[in-house]
């Protein structure tokens, strides 16, 4: 069974410019998260979706960051205007409902490195 | 809003000694808890969750909760080199998925 695809896995960028990054979850997985990973620290959660509906938007940066899941299939995160900031690496993972004792299955992420 | 925070930052055992690692948590409504593993570059694998006080072993990886102490650790029995990553620690409330990380122990297991 294939994993969380995400693409690109690497990217760099000037201050200003934009970027997207894609991802495609397990198949059948109804809920999809986005987590940004700043070097040397944890995940912190951006967004997650249900389908094709966000659930918690909470902790996206809505100025600059947005995401959209049109199908309840694949993801794609687009950050416009990107800062010094963002420098991150954004891992995708996906669910089957989004609570239980089951697993969230994890990309190995997209890293952005903005100069 | 929820707090965690894992000790030591980093962390050098030998092969075969037992590594032992910290998360402790500041939501006491807090039920669901798991150990991820990170390899340098690569994405998260889960390890172990756990979900009640007491202990839960997924081969040579054993978490303990105590949810009264806010705090739950992980035991990695006869680690390898090939266990050398950061480890996190992840949190949530009514078994949801939407998790709070710690910032991760870094372990290296020398051979």
């Known amino acids: 069974e294939a994993g969380v695809t995400q693409s690109p896995r690497y990217a760099v960028l000037q201050e200003g410019q934009a970027v997207s990054f894609w991802c495609d979850p397990i198949s059948g997985h109804d809920t999809l998260y986005w987590y940004q990973q700043p070097r040397d620290q944890g995940p912190q959660l951006l967004v997650y979706f249900r389908d094709e509906a966000v659930i918690d938007n909470s902790q996206l940066p809505s100025d600059r960051f947005s995401a959209v899941r049109p199908k309840g299939t694949n993801s794609t995160l687009k950050i416009q205007s990107a800062k010094q900031g963002d420098t991150a690496t954004y891992l995708c993972?996906?669910?089957?409902?989004?609570?239980?004792?089951?697993?969230?299955?994890f990309g190995e992420g997209s890293k952005l490195t903005v100069l | 809003q929820q707090k965690v925070q894992q000790s030591p930052e980093s962390l050098t055992v030998s092969e075969g000694a037992m590594a032992s690692l910290n998360c402790t948590f500041s939501?006491?409504?807090?039920?669901?808890f798991r150990w991820y593993r990170q390899h340098s570059g690569k994405g998260l694998e889960m390890l172990v969750s756990?979900?009640?006080?007491g202990e839960k072993e997924e081969g040579r990886f054993t978490a303990h909760l105590n949810r009264a102490s806010l705090h739950v650790s992980l035991h990695i029995r006869e680690p390898q080199p090939s266990d050398s990553a950061v480890y996190l620690c992840a949190v949530s409330s009514w078994m949801g998925y939407k998790l709070t990380f710690g910032t991760g122990t870094s372990l290296l297991v020398d051979p």
């Open positions: 993972a996906s669910s089957l409902g989004d609570r239980g004792t089951g697993q969230l299955y």
């Open positions: 756990i979900f009640s006080d």
């Open positions: 939501d006491g409504t807090s039920d669901n």
